[in-house]
């Protein structure tokens, strides 16, 4: 491994030493399953104190840049980069209340319209074939009077990353990633343990396939956003185990 570290400067030195490993990393210097230099190595190579590096690859390791392992055959491994910390921290504001579940449902209305917009645009062949069997898994869940909600929530949680996959954009990818599989399964717990909802859930998810298959842009996006508010609809009917606060005037009102 060719690494081209220069002597850290004086003022915080720890944080040079950040940011010269990060952008090795994001240069594709080091490769995510790569080890760095030891931590003897690396102060040599950086001349300074081997606290500043124990202090760097603390930062890094917070930042979820690399793995750090203790004991015979340890070090700090490069990680790959994935939406992890993010999905920590918006869970952290969710559960401290500076992030209301009107607030996410104000965003997936926005976000996953468009995201539904696209895939209808974008599907190949091969896409709808996954939508069908995803909509099949459905089917046989809720035609064989399943009660194992927990089930249907995992297949939902699929078929909306589904979609993002579709549209190729990875940041809707990544984003909506996080808020379905971090969560909102919290939420769907509660909101999806009544057959009757599960059923209807289901027939906007077959209603949502179809447009997506003919190429609807519109309705697609129209049917993502009423399927965003009427599971916000089912989350609030709840309100012992939720306890969201009051959305705003006409906020996610019917267009």
Same mark, same amino acid.
């Given at each position: %491994?060719?690494?081209?570290?220069?002597?850290?400067?004086?003022?915080? *030195?720890?944080?040079?030493?950040? &940011?010269?490993?990060?952008?090795?990393? *994001?240069?594709?210097?080091?490769?995510?399953?790569?080890?760095?230099?030891?931590? %003897?190595?690396?102060?040599? %190579?950086?001349? $300074?104190?081997?606290?500043?590096?124990?202090?760097?690859?603390?930062?890094?390791?917070?930042?979820?840049?690399?793995?750090?392992? $203790?004991?015979?055959?340890?070090?700090? %491994?490069?990680?790959? *980069?994935? /939406?992890?910390?993010?999905?920590?921290?918006? &869970?952290?504001?969710?559960?401290?209340?500076?992030?209301?579940?009107?607030?996410?449902?104000?965003?997936?209305?926005?976000?996953?319209?468009?995201?539904?917009?696209?895939?209808?645009?974008?599907? /190949?062949? /091969?896409? *709808?074939?996954?939508?069908?069997?995803?909509?099949?898994?459905?089917?046989?869940?809720?035609?064989?009077?399943?009660? &194992?909600?927990?089930?249907?929530?995992?297949?939902?949680?699929?078929?909306?990353?589904?979609?993002?996959?579709?549209?190729?954009?990875?940041?809707?990818?990544?984003?909506?990633?996080?808020?379905?599989?971090?969560?909102?399964?919290?939420?769907?717990?509660?909101?999806?343990? &009544?057959?009757?909802?599960? #059923?209807?859930?289901?027939?906007?998810?077959?209603?949502?396939?179809?447009?997506?298959?003919?190429?609807? $842009?519109? #309705?697609? !996006?129209?049917?993502?956003?009423?399927?965003?508010?009427?599971?916000?609809?089912?989350? !609030?009917?709840?309100?012992?185990?939720?306890?969201?606060?009051?959305?705003?005037?006409?906020?996610?009102?019917?267009?």
């Amino acid at each position: %491994m060719n690494l081209n570290f220069k002597k850290a400067k004086p003022s915080r *030195i720890f944080q040079n030493v950040v &940011d010269q490993i990060q952008q090795a990393i *994001i240069d594709g210097e080091i490769k995510p399953g790569e080890s760095l230099p030891s931590e %003897m190595k690396l102060k040599e %190579m950086f001349d $300074t104190s081997r606290g500043s590096v124990r202090e760097a690859l603390r930062v890094l390791e917070q930042k979820g840049l690399v793995d750090i392992k $203790t004991g015979v055959g340890g070090g700090a %491994m490069v990680k790959q *980069i994935d /939406t992890t910390n993010i999905s920590e921290g918006l &869970d952290l504001l969710v559960q401290y209340h500076h992030v209301s579940l009107e607030h996410l449902t104000e965003f997936r209305e926005g976000v996953e319209g468009l995201v539904a917009g696209l895939a209808a645009e974008r599907a /190949t062949k /091969t896409d *709808i074939k996954y939508l069908k069997k995803l909509q099949k898994s459905f089917t046989n869940f809720l035609s064989e009077d399943e009660s &194992d909600w927990k089930k249907f929530i995992e297949l939902d949680i699929k078929f909306h990353i589904g979609i993002a996959d579709i549209a190729g954009n990875p940041v809707f990818k990544a984003v909506l990633q996080m808020i379905h599989e971090n969560i909102l399964g919290f939420y769907d717990r509660y909101a999806l343990k &009544d057959r009757e909802i599960r #059923e209807e859930d289901y027939k906007e998810i077959c209603e949502l396939i179809e447009a997506i298959e003919q190429g609807r $842009t519109t #309705e697609a !996006k129209s049917l993502a956003q009423h399927h965003v508010r009427q599971n916000y609809r089912y989350f !609030k009917k709840d309100k012992n185990n939720l306890e969201p606060s009051e959305p705003k005037e006409n906020f996610l009102k019917d267009r």
